[in-house]
């Protein structure tokens, strides 16, 4: 019998792509007045949050280009005020992009993350995961909630037990949160991240 997430992790770019649209789809929803408003991740305003998924994106790009990760000392951001906030968001979109011409065709077999090497396979499951999930935590932030695509949830899920261990609870990720069964794949996939989607 193969091990979770194994049918999943050939995967990889075609579904980090599918991720990406999926959440370029939620940037769109964003607005400079709605930058302070709350998210589902715990002290996070949506300013915050549009930032770490900037530097999420940088990273994972970083990954597909030069197939390494270099560790560098977080940085706080400068305020951002007035029209910048908007052209923020339009960059963070640009940069997803950039995202999916980096791992169209990954010239590597493994990235070194940490002096660690992850199969590139592995890690672009994580890059799906990371941006599908932090897109919906944008559209939640605006008010409007997008559930992911069925068929992309379903795929995610599969993956979690390979990337989502105790380690990284409740630091990166909420422990899981009860979902009835026959709830949709997008819920049952944020509810094992601790996220509770609207309806469920």
Same mark, same amino acid.
């Given at each position: 019998?193969?091990?979770?997430?194994?049918?999943?992790?050939?995967?990889?770019?075609?579904?980090?792509?599918?991720?990406?649209?999926?959440?370029?789809?939620?940037?769109?929803?964003?607005?400079?007045?709605?930058?302070?408003?709350?998210?589902?991740?715990?002290?996070?305003?949506?300013?915050?949050?549009?930032?770490?998924?900037?530097?999420?994106?940088?990273?994972?790009?970083?990954?597909?280009?030069?197939?390494?990760?270099?560790?560098?000392?977080?940085?706080? $951001?400068?305020?951002?005020?007035? *029209? /910048?906030?908007? =052209?923020?968001?339009? +960059?963070? @979109?640009? &940069?997803?992009? !950039?995202? %999916?011409?980096?791992?169209?065709?990954?010239?590597?077999?493994?990235?070194?993350?940490?002096?660690?090497?992850?199969?590139?396979?592995?890690?672009?499951?994580?890059?799906?995961?990371?941006?599908?999930?932090?897109?919906?935590?944008?559209?939640?932030?605006?008010?409007?909630?997008?559930?992911?695509?069925?068929?992309?949830?379903?795929?995610?899920?599969?993956?979690?037990?390979?990337?989502?261990?105790?380690?990284?609870? $409740?630091?990166?990720?909420?422990? *899981? /949160?009860?979902? =009835?069964?026959?709830? +949709?794949? @997008?819920? &049952?996939?944020? !509810?094992? %991240?601790?996220?509770?989607?609207?309806?469920?």
């Amino acid at each position: 019998m193969a091990a979770p997430g194994a049918t999943r992790l050939d995967l990889g770019p075609a579904l980090l792509e599918r991720a990406v649209g999926y959440t370029r789809g939620c940037l769109a929803l964003v607005r400079p007045d709605l930058l302070d408003a709350p998210t589902p991740c715990t002290d996070w305003d949506l300013r915050t949050l549009l930032r770490h998924l900037d530097d999420s994106l940088a990273a994972f790009t970083e990954a597909g280009s030069v197939g390494a990760v270099a560790p560098s000392p977080p940085v706080e $951001p400068p305020p951002l005020v007035g *029209p /910048v906030e908007t =052209r923020d968001v339009v +960059a963070t @979109s640009t &940069r997803a992009s !950039a995202l %999916l011409a980096a791992w169209t065709d990954p010239p590597y077999p493994a990235v070194e993350v940490a002096g660690h090497l992850v199969g590139t396979d592995l890690l672009a499951g994580a890059g799906a995961l990371e941006v599908a999930v932090h897109g919906w935590d944008v559209s939640v932030a605006c008010g409007a909630p997008r559930p992911l695509p069925a068929l992309v949830a379903l795929d995610l899920l599969d993956l979690v037990p390979l990337l989502v261990g105790p380690a990284d609870r $409740p630091l990166r990720f909420a422990p *899981p /949160v009860a979902v =009835r069964r026959s709830a +949709a794949p @997008s819920a &049952r996939l944020l !509810a094992a %991240l601790g996220r509770v989607s609207p309806g469920t």
